[in-house]
């Protein structure tokens, strides 16, 4: 099974953050677990609780996962769970939801048009030594693949599906049909074209936006989420809080309102990057495979750029995670600012202790970017393919 096929019709911004959000949420149920083993392995040697025989030490993914169940039962691998998920709704539809349409904000007007002329292959070649004619027009220097032509720029009397020399049909050489969502094409009419007008600074940009604008109005969610996933390592009479709606309240009275937007400066900077290393190369993988005609715009070529924006993301943003990690959950006092933070981690941990809980971070960020992005693509198209339904 490869999933729906690609509509004729782009979807349109709301049905994108609609289906960013409902698509991240689907990736935390499945993967809240290891991020929560992530969170316990970061904060591991830092949370400030009474050393004594009860002390719990976690030992690899697997070893967090089974010690937390052992010691806490298996609720507390979704702990946090409700911040979450509100955290999604509101911070994945406008980091991936809105991601498309501020690229093509920042993309030159002129790049686009360029892009726009650029021609598509069809059916029907012309003969070997024929000259163009009205209607057909061969960039110099370019050559078309086997079997295929540009398609007319002039319409001219003739029966539909058919030419002088038999019927024009799809060229092989686009397989897989028009694609959309992340690295989808411009369209001009049913005619949809590659997105190489866009450039690598353009969505880098996007990516560098989208992520600063959503933790800006998502922040609080992130912090409670991280401190509930926390809340476990203490010793039952030191746990801070009872419920979502309890966190939110003691965080406002304890610490102030700047208490909910706490790291928000690391967490903007783990954004961006993560979003980089997310949409930005998902959307050039994506883009790379669909141009070489590896693959045809569908489930196996997404779960690949999936998987490799999973990657890349998890290797540059660990660092900066660790310290968003470790400041979201330290109490008043604890750390002056964020350099003071990571000074401290740098001089207790070391360069290693960067990339503390690097396996779960793989673990979950990969895993969560195969479900996320299989899930938005798959959602998009059936809302594309519902809406002529309901009209």
Not at 334 to 357: E, I, P
Request: glycine letters at 10%.
């Amino acid at each position: 099974m490869v999933g729906l096929k690609p509509p004729e019709v782009p979807p349109t911004a709301a049905v994108k953050l609609v289906s960013a959000g409902m698509a991240a949420c689907i990736a935390d149920l499945c993967t809240f677990p290891l991020d929560t083993a992530k969170v316990r392995l970061q904060i591991q040697g830092e949370v400030r609780i009474p050393r004594s025989t009860s002390t719990v030490e976690y030992r690899g993914v697997l070893g967090t996962l089974s010690t937390m169940v052992r010691t806490e039962g298996p609720r507390s691998l979704y702990s946090g769970l409700v911040a979450g998920l509100q955290r999604q709704m509101s911070f994945a539809s406008i980091r991936i939801g809105l991601y498309d349409s501020v690229k093509q904000l920042y993309t030159p007007k002129g790049a686009e048009s360029e892009s726009l002329r650029t021609p598509v292959p069809m059916h029907d070649p012309l003969p070997r030594g024929a000259q163009p004619t009205l209607g057909r027009t061969t960039l110099p220097g370019v050559h078309s693949p086997p079997n295929c032509i540009p398609p007319p720029r002039l319409s001219t009397p003739t029966t539909p599906g058919h030419s002088p020399r038999g019927p024009r049909g799809p060229c092989p050489h686009t397989a897989g049909g028009p694609h959309t969502g992340l690295g989808s094409p411009q369209s001009r009419g049913s005619q949809h074209l590659p997105s190489s007008g866009t450039g690598l600074a353009a969505r880098v940009l996007a990516g560098c936006t989208t992520g600063a604008v959503a933790v800006a109005c998502a922040q609080p969610t992130d912090v409670v989420k991280v401190r509930f996933q926390a809340n476990g390592a203490l010793l039952d009479g030191a746990r801070r809080y009872s419920g979502t709606v309890d966190a939110y309240c003691t965080i406002a009275r304890e610490e102030g309102i700047r208490g909910l937007w706490r790291g928000t400066l690391p967490n903007i900077a783990r954004n961006a990057i993560v979003n980089c290393g997310e949409l930005v190369t998902y959307d050039l993988i994506k883009d790379a495979l669909l141009r070489a005609q590896l693959m045809t715009d569908n489930v196996p070529c997404h779960f690949v750029a999936a998987f490799g924006a999973g990657f890349c993301a998890t290797v540059v943003a660990s660092p900066v995670d660790v310290v968003k990690t470790r400041y979201m959950n330290a109490g008043p006092g604890q750390y002056r600012n964020v350099l003071s933070c990571l000074l401290a981690l740098l001089m207790q941990d070391g360069l290693a202790g960067f990339y503390k809980g690097f396996v779960p971070s793989f673990l979950r960020l990969g895993s969560w970017n195969v479900v996320m992005f299989i899930s938005y693509e798959q959602l998009q198209r059936a809302v594309a393919l519902a809406r002529p339904a309901r009209s």
